[in-house]
């Protein structure tokens, strides 16, 4: 079936440095998501992407809709303590359903 | 407007016993989802509703789990018999249209331990 690969699984980096995740896919997908789960909370969604090569900015973050469809993207820009979480990407194909990658742990050290 | 609300937030159960898990939706949100994260994995698609009806259920995991959604408002998913491999978060989400345009808004989760 579908499945979403993301990277890196967990991540430490100093306050202020930028950091990059990705997800690929074997299969393409018309919407890309990127989800941000803070501790006991449930995932809020960061950044939508609706076409292939879309680039989309929400603050310090950064994502890209892969030219392929089968990937996309996330960056943080000068990263704050309060960025630590799982971010999650997603994706559809023409469906309400999603598919989520695994997360990425990002932990920030001040 | 208050967002999707979920109940319990944690909930650690027997082995061979029954947990009913409660989603309340955002007032107006016809559609209600259902998804499953079991620890360190992805989160997982279970069902959907359209008001009250299934509209898909291809991701429940078997017949213990039960979803119901009485009246189209909220909707209760119930484990029975739990298993131990039923342990995770499990989040319900809602939305107004039935698309995959807009993205959900999700619910903080509920914690299920079996024990």
């Known amino acids: 079936g579908q499945q979403l690969n993301q990277s890196p699984q967990s991540m430490f980096i100093q306050e202020g440095e930028d950091v990059s995740m990705n997800c690929t896919s074997s299969s393409i997908f018309n919407t890309w998501l990127w989800y941000k789960q803070d501790p006991g909370e449930g995932p809020v969604l960061l950044i939508a992407l609706y076409k292939a090569g879309e680039l989309t900015s929400n603050g310090r973050l950064t994502a890209q809709f892969g030219i392929t469809r089968k990937d996309s993207f996330l960056n943080i820009s000068a990263s704050i303590p309060s960025d630590v979480g799982i971010y999650f990407c997603a994706a559809a194909s023409g469906t309400y359903k999603y598919i989520f990658g695994t997360g990425t742990r990002l932990k920030v050290l001040a | 407007e208050a967002g999707v609300t979920q109940f319990p937030s944690h909930s650690v159960i027997e082995k061979g016993q029954t947990v009913t898990l409660r989603c309340d939706p955002i007032?107006?949100?016809?559609?209600l989802y259902w998804y499953r994260r079991v620890m360190g994995k992805e989160i997982k698609f279970l069902l959907h509703f359209v008001k009250e009806s299934k509209q898909d259920e291809s991701g429940m995991p078997n017949n213990r789990f039960l979803a119901e959604r009485t009246g189209g408002t909220y909707s209760t998913l119930k484990v029975q018999p739990a298993e131990l491999e039923d342990s995770g978060v499990y989040f319900c989400?809602?939305?107004?249209?039935?698309?995959?345009?807009?993205?959900?808004?999700f619910g903080s989760g509920t914690r299920l331990t079996v024990v």
């Open positions: 007032s107006g949100h016809d559609n």
């Open positions: 989400a809602s939305s107004q249209f039935p698309g995959y345009d807009y993205g959900y808004t």
